[in-house]
């Protein structure tokens, strides 16, 4: 059994809640696409916020925690950004692993991302595999016809990760878990692999590509540029290889690929 589980910020860190709401059934419509029956999700949001409608083997964790502080002008801290957001991501999926009492494997997913299809399929093959890291994945800037393959994607994306459910250490409440355990473990995607590896449970690469990274949009936590077709240019032959293998990273979105990310034959 595969759970995913989708943490969204609170409705006041949000710059456009209705971008953030489209984006987020767009996640949902991906996840809910996947081949077998073998999966289930829960959406961790604040009360009241307003959720696109949900399918069946979705449920909702209501929670009521304070928006993520914010700095701003010369109080901005990069490092203090970073680690506000990580407590505040990480204690949204904490309280959906404790709701969804988790004990298969999970998958978090960030509520503007897609998922291949195939995921809890995949899963179900290998129930006792201590998980996989997503190191192949696409990078999609919202609404364009383009796919760009990203060969390190779990250094890049949230939604990276499918481990199982008794090596993340799950404590028994939220007052239970100790910050660093909420912001190292489960609010952070660059550290777990190699927490995970000194505890003796080493991730495995997912043998496909299995999720989307999408940027280039107002609720987009990074801003990352989508790399056009300009990027790849330089006037210096010696550059001549890389750019070209770059170049061929690209894929045009194909009917094939809007079904196993998308959900449907037409992106919505």
């Not at 028994?172 to 190292?184: F, N, P, V």
Request: glycine letters at 6%.
């Amino acid at each position: 059994m595969l759970e995913f589980v989708i943490p969204v910020r609170h409705p006041q860190n949000a710059r456009n809640w209705s971008v953030l709401k489209r984006n987020l059934a767009q996640t949902v419509a991906s996840i809910a696409a996947q081949t077998c029956n073998s999966w289930t999700a829960v959406i961790v949001a604040n009360h009241g916020a307003d959720l696109p409608e949900l399918p069946e083997r979705f449920q909702v964790c209501w929670v009521d925690f304070p928006p993520k502080q914010q700095r701003c002008g010369e109080q901005l801290d990069r490092d203090w950004e970073v680690d506000s957001f990580r407590m505040d991501k990480g204690k949204r999926v904490l309280a959906g692993l404790l709701q969804a009492k988790a004990s298969g494997h999970v998958m978090f997913v960030d509520d503007d991302d897609l998922v291949s299809n195939r995921l809890a399929e995949f899963v179900e093959g290998t129930p006792n595999a201590n998980g996989w890291y997503v190191g192949r994945g696409y990078v999609w800037l919202d609404g364009s016809s383009l796919f760009y393959e990203n060969r390190e994607f779990s250094g890049l994306c949230g939604t990276c990760h499918i481990v199982r459910a008794d090596l993340l250490r799950i404590p028994e409440s939220l007052e239970a878990a100790s910050d660093t355990y909420i912001k190292r473990m489960l609010g952070s995607h660059i550290m777990i692999e190699k927490i995970l590896e000194s505890d003796g449970t080493s991730l495995l690469p997912l043998p496909f590509i299995g999720a989307v990274y999408r940027v280039g949009h107002s609720e987009a936590a990074s801003r990352i540029w989508f790399p056009g077709l300009s990027w790849y240019w330089t006037p210096r032959v010696v550059y001549a290889l890389k750019y070209l293998r770059r170049i061929m990273s690209i894929r045009y979105i194909s009917v094939a690929l809007r079904q196993e990310f998308f959900g449907s034959r037409k992106m919505r």
